[in-house]
């Protein structure tokens, strides 16, 4: 049993429509299919088995009884969109102009506001007029297609059928366009396209690196961040780091350099999160030393609305472990910097411990130039001490920091100064986690290294007692030398004045001297015997 004469009718009438460029074009083949779902002739067959588009040719032909345990309700609610792809499918293939242009936006549209899935969409076939399409000597039509395919490349599973349909050249072709829309669309299906592996390595096989490098240099801020996107991309697979660097003069670093200091936050974010990736190569890190990147990246973390400075930060700590631009960083005010995301992001671990790390590289150009330091560098790194973190990696690099700071004399009695009763009882805490000894280890160092005086020692006379007890009894050396030097510079500054030491502390520290000294006397014998030994 075929359609009735009606139902024929409204698809007459659909086919017309089409042509027409109405812009309602998508509703009204919804409209159209809801209509035909209600009548009786579509309750009595299957006609979901049956091509749409040849639904358009013969209306009388009959269908096949629907699939065992395929509902009504299920087969009328997919009936829509399955009419509108297969007949789009067609009509793209259309030598018309005008029809082209009409039916690649209606199937832009009903791309961007479906809820079918691309892979089934891909599965009807709509791919290769599309990819045909492309080639096109239209701009409107080239605009329409590349941006159907840039949404079906968002899709996973879609994108190795892409690849494999011979889109890749014709959308690197319009990635060079002259009409923006097309360039944007294209870039972007070319970034979609660098979110897989596989089809990534297609794509610099077929020369996409040298494109998307040029592209950096676009006046279109759109095409400039697609463009590095798709080569953060790729930059975060090694094995491409030869290719993208083989272009002449570090013309791709230079070109990312450049882009980090755009006035556009994504752009200059993006370029430093491409940076950031090639800083693992250590060809790449010694090209990028050399570069004028100083700049760009401060002015990318000055800037107040970044809210995620991780990129920039990473960046920064990798290439401040080269001494060179050190210097320059401490001219051009990057303390102040540092001091400023290290108050405003205090919970984000990161942040502080990248911070933390390229502090620890500046200490000695500070104290080298008697460079005041910052207020909130201390206020920063004192505050984020004070910070319970769930893992110890953030406070293990603030401690560190703060023991790198201590090293230098002028730096450590600003430390000091700043210091509160609160801050030392942190330290001692710290230095008693026996389950990390690491930690316990590095919050004794800094104990070791400050001269405080009774002002900050008061409330924690039993706690330092407590602490310098359990570094002498550890029966690692290391340990209880920072004990010993702990006990030399709390004297030096009046912190133990007031201190009841104990019969318990001295016993202790008599055992070490006592454990020393055999130490000193064996490790004589053995030069003695060594010494004799070796003579003829």
Not at 381 to 386: G, I, N, Q, S, Y
Not at 457 to 472: N, S
Not at 483 to 497: H, T, V, W, Y
Request: hydrophobic letters at 40%; a neutral charge; one cysteine or more.
């Amino acid at each position: 049993m075929g359609l009735c004469a009606r139902c024929a009718r409204l698809l007459d009438d659909f086919k017309t429509f089409i042509t027409a460029k109405t812009a309602s074009f998508v509703q009204k083949v919804k409209h159209v299919a809801d209509r035909i779902s209600e009548c009786c002739c579509w309750k009595n067959t299957a006609v979901s088995q049956q091509k749409p588009c040849a639904l358009l040719r013969r209306h009388g032909e009959k269908r096949e009884p629907r699939p065992r345990g395929t509902s009504h309700l299920s087969t009328v609610r997919n009936r829509g969109p399955i009419v509108f792809l297969e007949t789009c499918c067609t009509l793209l293939q259309s030598e018309d102009m005008e029809v082209q242009r009409t039916v690649s936006l209606s199937m832009l549209s009903f791309l961007t506001d479906s809820k079918v899935k691309e892979e089934h969409i891909i599965e009807i076939g709509v791919l290769e007029p599309l990819v045909d399409l492309l080639q096109s000597d239209d701009n409107t039509v080239q605009c329409n297609s590349s941006a159907c395919i840039a949404l079906l490349a968002s899709s996973d599973s879609n994108r190795g059928a892409i690849v494999s349909s011979d889109a890749v050249l014709p959308l690197l072709v319009l990635a060079r366009a002259f009409d923006p829309k097309v360039q944007q669309n294209a870039v972007r299906a070319l970034l979609n396209l660098t979110k897989s592996v596989s089809t990534m390595d297609v794509l610099c096989k077929e020369g996409v690196i040298p494109v998307l490098a040029l592209l950096l240099q676009s006046t279109d801020s759109e095409v400039q961040f697609y463009s590095c996107s798709a080569l953060s991309n790729i930059a975060a697979v090694p094995e491409h780091h030869p290719k993208m660097l083989r272009i002449g003069d570090r013309f791709l670093l230079k070109s990312l350099v450049l882009l980090m200091g755009s006035s556009v936050l994504k752009n200059s974010t993006q370029a430093s999160q491409c940076l950031r990736s090639f800083t693992l190569n250590g060809e790449a890190q010694q090209q990028l030393v050399g570069l004028d990147w100083v700049c760009p990246l401060l002015t990318l973390l000055r800037a107040p609305e970044l809210t995620s400075p991780e990129a920039g930060l990473m960046l920064l700590s990798r290439l401040s472990a080269h001494p060179p631009k050190r210097e320059a960083l401490v001219n051009q005010g990057v303390m102040s910097v540092l001091g400023d995301l290290l108050l405003t992001h205090l919970s984000n671990r990161t942040v502080v411990t990248h911070c933390a790390i390229i502090l620890n590289y500046l200490w000695d150009v500070v104290e080298r130039r008697q460079v005041a330091l910052e207020a909130e560098c201390l206020s920063g790194l004192l505050l984020a001490l004070e910070f319970y973190w769930n893992e110890g990696d953030a406070v293990l690099s603030v401690l560190f920091c703060l023991y790198s700071l201590a090293c230098f004399d002028s730096l450590r009695s600003c430390l000091v100064n700043k210091m509160t009763a609160s801050h030392v009882g942190r330290l001692v805490s710290l230095s008693s986690e026996s389950e990390n000894p690491d930690l316990s280890f590095a919050a004794g160092s800094v104990i070791s290294k400050l001269d405080m005086n009774d002002r900050l020692l008061k409330a924690h006379h039993r706690a330092i007692v407590g602490y310098l007890m359990r570094f002498l009894r550890n029966q690692e050396v290391r340990f209880q030398q920072l004990a010993i030097a702990s006990m030399c510079n709390l004297r030096k500054g009046g912190g133990l004045d007031g201190m009841a030491w104990g019969l318990d502390l001295e016993r202790e520290l008599n055992r070490v001297q006592q454990q020393t000294e055999h130490t000193s006397q064996l490790l004589q014998m053995l030069q003695q015997d060594t010494f004799a030994t070796d003579k003829p």
